[in-house]
């Protein structure tokens, strides 16, 4: 079962154009990840944000965290041909009495040059 | 640079076939995974492992088993292969657990069986 959902499922936007995903979860969390994905490749982390904070940053990367809203966005500024790939969020689930990284079903983001 | 290696990044393998995916890792993490991808469903979590010789079940573990012998390897197996386990398959590990850890993921194996 998913605890994160991004939204929308596809993005497509030409190059130097902003990019924002959304990711909205169920239940409180500790932290919240994104990673990226280029086509069949693994997953790479981006940023982690805790549920203390509201906002982070990282190069062309901003992360925001909406604890009340259950909610967490991820702004990709200025964006490049390079940066076309799946991105997801993550939280934690416990399963089996510990706490594990459950993903969502991720952004396919296309960027036009 | 930390590095996940997984033993094979395409693998063809019949119905019934005993199939092994290797996993390694060289950052010395006590935490290890095993996760599946599928279109429209995203990554489940198969099984994972917080030490040598343990191993806790994830979403899906049915129809696979685990080992984890050395610290830094993680295999996953599956004991007769099905159809339905056509899938790309992803290896993670992480120093901190939980939601506290970043996962560091190898470079996939995609394994079609038929």
């Known amino acids: 079962s998913q605890q994160g959902e991004e939204d929308p499922q596809a993005l497509s936007i030409q190059e130097g154009e902003n990019a924002t995903m959304n990711c909205s979860y169920k239940t409180s969390i500790n932290n919240l990840q994104w990673y990226r994905q280029n086509s069949g490749r693994g997953l790479v982390h981006l940023i982690l944000?805790?549920?203390?904070?509201r906002e982070k940053h990282s190069g062309r990367l901003r992360v925001t965290l909406d604890t009340s809203k259950k909610s967490s966005s991820l702004l990709i500024t200025a964006s490049r041909a390079a940066d076309t790939a799946s991105y997801f969020c993550?939280?934690?689930?416990?399963?089996?009495?510990?706490?594990?990284?459950?993903f969502g079903k991720g952004t396919k983001l296309t960027v036009n040059p | 640079d930390v590095k996940v290696t997984q033993s094979s990044r395409y693998l063809v393998k019949r119905t019934g076939e005993k199939v092994f995916l290797e996993c390694v890792q060289d950052?010395?993490?006590?935490?290890m995974f095993w996760y599946r991808q599928d279109p429209g469903l995203g990554l489940r979590l198969i099984y994972f492992s917080y030490d040598v010789k343990m191993k806790e079940k994830g979403d899906i573990p049915e129809g696979y088993s685990v080992s984890r012998e050395k610290k830094e390897r993680f295999s996953l197996i599956l004991e007769s292969a099905s159809t339905n386990q056509t899938s790309m398959y992803l290896c993670?590990?992480?120093?901190?657990?939980?939601?506290?850890?970043?996962?560091?993921f190898g470079e996939g194996s995609r394994l079609t069986v038929l």
């Open positions: 993670a590990s992480s120093l901190l657990g939980g939601s506290s850890g970043e996962l560091f």
């Open positions: 944000i805790r549920s203390n904070e």
């Open positions: 950052m010395d993490h006590e935490n």
């Open positions: 993550a939280t934690g689930k416990l399963r089996g009495g510990s706490e594990k990284l459950v």
